[in-house]
């Protein structure tokens, strides 16, 4: 396995954990809250839940 890919494993189960707690994501809207791995994780799992709008707020602005 790709190191890279092994290093966002944690993160992007972290995630996927959140996205099941929050249930019923298909068709919603989503609200992320910074901007690091597991926030970015977390969109791109939205995504893959058919959200259908994601909207990212950070301080940084190169993450956003």
């Known amino acids: 396995m790709d190191d890279g ?12 954990h959140a996205l099941k707690r ?14 690091g791995p597991v926030r970015l994780s977390a969109m791109s799992a939205a995504r893959a839940f058919r959200a259908t709008t994601i909207a990212l707020s950070g301080p940084v602005a190169k993450r956003r």
């Open 22 to 35: 929050a249930e019923l994501v298909v068709g919603r809207q989503v609200l992320v809250t910074g901007g």
């Open 5 to 16: 890919l092994a290093a966002m494993m944690e993160p992007f189960a972290v995630a996927m």
